[in-house]
């Protein structure tokens, strides 16, 4: 979605049908000045500079904790919703937004307000029907008609989604530079203050749950929602900590002394299946709003997903997953160090969804946690280098940073002030082309990616191998096939954005159009854009792949040259469009 330049559409992929998306951009020409790298700084919210990440999640934890979810009636007014809480206490802070009817997001200033709804609440009177005697902070606001006006229309409702696609097109096409619609498509996706608050707020709903079957246990947010890169709409990733509970580690004093009798087990895992079993089961059983309850618990890492209704989540609830948590914190430190890094992994991640080499269905793909390493190693090996390796990180750690979690050490500084790095100046616009260059000649079959040392290193006989934080491959999945639909699409990429202008010049030649702006072009409607294509295109992909994949080939030519070389040579000649199943172009 982000990759390319040109004068054609994008077509997005999404249940089932292709979205047409991003009509024009700017020609290299008539480009204004992007955003100066130079000027940016490191990437805080005012009210969370110079808190650490462990803090961060803490202080949102505990704001959870004080917030409610009410269901309102479909006519009300924020102010009357607001001066009925505020009975029973000071409210904080407030936001509505759909999601099966209206919803309220309440923040008191204290528990005591929460301790005054739950005294306040009556169970709920349902003819034919029993209800379970379950209480949590998921509450319904009831009307009983009497003065009840019509306020829907001075209700704000918080979007929880991403917006529509053809307000996203002029969106983005509004914007004078590609620079400014990396930013504005990074600020378009990224996760609002609002939505990060429902996503602990849920967290926070599930803990009391959990908390009925173990207490002092914890649940806690990692992934997307908390490392930065979060999408709105994205799915809520959980993990059931047990190491809170106490009583682990104490000495024994000399003489006598007390433990707990306990069920004993196997494994640890048989302790993670028999836990999340229980959880998924009570889950389904007494939590309201939690629907399709799933326990996966053979897989990898065993889990239980399932919906929330009320808020429109998707859950993929774990357990005991700290490696999963420390490369979030660690993803979440380097997004803070430069904001050029969240724009390219934003536009790496939506470009790779959109030409299907990442998917929500689990097989060959490529995940997004593997390009996010990617876009991390690129930035590493900048001659100036934007972002810093892991050993840097753990040599600025302190002792109160160490961590080590199953056997690895994964000790990385908490303090962002010790991170010093030269000055790099170079445009995003810069950065993505030569992100897309650097992996088309990528030796996949050769090297590996190390971020702790930030240099290619020589690597067992996998695809793709990749040194990630604690684990030591992150893309074991990716085969052959997928590996050389990413090495043809960062070529083509890179071409069309170093060469785009050019078509579009010749195409507004042809057509006698004025210069106007250049559009971003994506793969999609070339030979390799989709997901399948004839048999000649796939014999030129598979030329695009072979030298990533160590077969010999006697031609380098990037996919679609051929074609888009005829263009400038001839401008009424233009590129062979691709009409397999996969790909659909618009005039």
Not at 75 to 90: C, D, I, N, P, R
């Amino acid at each position: 979605m982000a990759a390319s330049m040109g004068a054609s559409r994008l077509h997005m992929r999404g249940n089932g049908q292709l979205l047409k998306c991003f009509q024009r951009i700017l020609t290299p020409s008539q480009r204004r000045a992007g955003t100066n790298a130079a000027a940016c700084q490191p990437l805080t919210d005012h009210q969370d500079a110079g808190k650490s990440f462990l803090a961060l999640q803490e202080e949102r934890r505990e704001r959870a904790e004080r917030s409610v979810l009410i269901s309102c009636p479909s006519k009300t007014t924020e102010k009357k919703v607001l001066k009925f809480l505020s009975k029973y206490g000071a409210v904080n802070n407030c936001f509505f937004y759909d999601s099966y009817g209206t919803c309220a997001v309440i923040e008191f200033a204290s528990r005591d307000g929460i301790c005054s709804l739950h005294e306040a609440a009556s169970l709920p009177s349902i003819q034919h029907e029993a209800s379970v005697p379950f209480k949590t902070r998921l509450l319904a606001l009831k009307s009983t008609g009497v003065d009840q006006s019509d306020g829907a229309a001075s209700l704000k409702l918080h979007p929880q989604t991403s917006l529509p696609v053809n307000e996203l097109i002029q969106r983005l096409a509004a914007e004078e530079s590609i620079d400014q619609q990396l930013h504005s498509l990074t600020s378009i996706l990224e996760l609002t203050n609002e939505n990060i608050a429902l996503r602990f707020l849920v967290c926070s709903l599930l803990q009391d749950i959990a908390g009925a079957f173990f207490p002092e246990c914890a649940i806690r947010l990692f992934g997307s929602t908390v490392n930065g890169f979060g999408k709105l709409g994205c799915d809520l990733d959980l993990f059931l900590d047990l190491d809170t509970i106490s009583g682990r580690s104490m000495k024994r004093p000399s003489g006598l002394s007390l433990e707990y009798q306990m069920k004993r087990v196997a494994s640890e895992r048989t302790v993670t299946q028999s836990v999340l079993s229980v959880l998924g089961e009570g889950l389904e059983q007494f939590a309201p709003g939690c629907v399709g309850v799933q326990k996966i618990l053979n897989a990898r890492c065993p889990l239980v997903r399932f919906s929330h209704q009320p808020s429109g989540f998707q859950c993929d609830l774990t357990a005991n997953n700290r490696v999963a948590m420390k490369s979030s914190e660690l993803l979440w430190l380097l997004s803070r160090l430069d904001e050029r890094v969240r724009c390219l992994v934003f536009v790496v991640r939506c470009w790779a969804r959109v030409h299907g080499l990442t998917s929500s269905i689990p097989g060959a793909w490529i995940s997004n946690f593997s390009l996010s390493m990617l876009v991390v190693f690129f930035l590493q090996t900048r001659s100036t280098p934007i972002l810093p390796t892991l050993d840097q990180l753990r040599d600025l750690a302190s002792p109160a940073d160490k961590c080590v979690i199953e056997g690895n050490d994964c000790t990385i500084v908490s303090d962002l002030s010790k991170i010093q790095l030269e000055a790099n100046t170079e445009s995003l616009e810069t950065l993505l082309q030569e992100f897309f260059e650097f992996y088309s000649t990528f030796a996949f079959n050769r090297m590996s990616i190390n971020i702790k040392k930030g240099k290619q290193l020589h690597k067992p006989k996998r695809q793709c191998y990749i040194r990630a934080p604690v684990e030591d491959c992150a893309s074991t999945n990716v085969n052959a096939t997928q590996l050389e639909r990413l090495v043809a699409l960062c070529r083509e990429s890179a071409w069309l954005l170093a060469h785009g202008g050019a078509i579009a010049r010749h195409r507004r030649h042809r057509a006698g159009k004025a210069p106007g702006a250049r559009a971003w072009q994506p793969p999609g409607s070339g030979p390799v854009g989709g997901r399948r294509g004839g048999g000649r295109r796939k014999k030129k992909a598979r030329r695009g792949g072979d030298q990533a994949c160590g077969r010999s080939t006697s031609r380098r030519l990037p996919a679609r040259g051929a074609a888009e070389r005829a263009a400038l040579r001839d401008p009424s000649a233009e590129p062979r469009a691709d009409h397999s199943p996969g790909n659909s172009v618009a005039a």
